[in-house]
Every structure is written in C-alpha cells, then in structure tokens.
C-alpha cells in the first residue's frame, strides 16, 4: 500500500519536536545540521539516535567521526536553526562562527549557550529509506534546566517555556565512553 507523501507530511507536522543542531568533528572534517528527528533508545546504557539524510555530504563525514553532539537549542535560537539548516547560504566553517563553541567529551562542538548537549560516540548505524539513523552512546550531558526550549510544530517555531519545579538537579555527568565498531544494517 501506498502512503501519499504529502498526507504523511501534514500529520507528522503534528508531532512536536525539540530542535537540535547536531555536529560532528575529528579526521573527516567539522560538519552540522539542523534536526529535529533525535530521541531518546535507553537509558541504561544512555542512548540516542539522529537521523540524517542519506544524500547529505554530511553522512560520510559523521560516519568517519563516529562521534556526534546534540545541541539542543533554546528559545530565541531560530536563526541558529536556519544557519545549520543550509537556508542562509553561510559556508559550514562560518556556521560555526555564528556562535561559541566549546567541546565536552568527545571533542565534537558543543554549543555553549544551547538548552542542552548530548555529546555521543556512534554505537550502531543503520540505513532505512532516505535517511542514516545514527545511534549514539551518551558520553557526557550538559544541561541549562532555567532555558526556554525551541520546538517545531505545525512548521513553526515556538518556544516552550520551562516549567516550575520543586527542585533543580545538576546536569548528569556520565562517565567517559569508547566509541565501538559500528555495523551497518539497512531495513526497508
């Protein structure tokens, strides 16, 4: 059966998402993407994955790395979004100009003054359709609790404000990983 593209499009415009810019940096070059196809697998062992378009110069370069950062970026962030999204035109070395980067561990670019940064080495890919699912290995987190997040829905921008809590938690600081061998498998 046949799914029309378009009505898939419209309902998972429905769906609300965080929005990240995600990087990579080592042998193959210093690379970023705007995405908002980034979740959660396990906690135990802490795990994400990212999905990236398999026709992007990016895949080959993120592959090589086998590390990525999730910047998840903050309310008042969208040009940033834009930037990493190739919609200015800006070269990817000026991408990174935009703003201030730092490293955790991995050494891939962590943005300094995102909401949130999931720095990962790649534990598995796998190929499904258009897009590489990178699985990521949780290295290190950084994280800003007091930020306003930016999500996507409905093709806009909007910033969700953080919620009052009883009490704040430090930023969980997991312990240093090595990267494995990663296995392609391809579905679909």
Known sequence: MQIDRVAFRNIMAQFGAAVSV???EGAAGRCGFTCTAVCSVTDDPATILACLNRTSLMNAVFKSNGVFCVNVLGAGQEDLS???AGQT???MADRFAQDRWDTLVTGAPALRDAVGALDCTISDIQECGTHTILFGRVASVRL???R???VYFNRQYHALPVAPTGSQQDPLALASVSCSTSRVTRCG
């Open 148 to 150: 306003d997040s930016l």
């Open 22 to 24: 995600v990087t990579t």
């Open 82 to 84: 834009a930037v990493f």
């Open 144 to 146: 800003d609790a007091l």
């Open 89 to 91: 035109g800006i070269s």
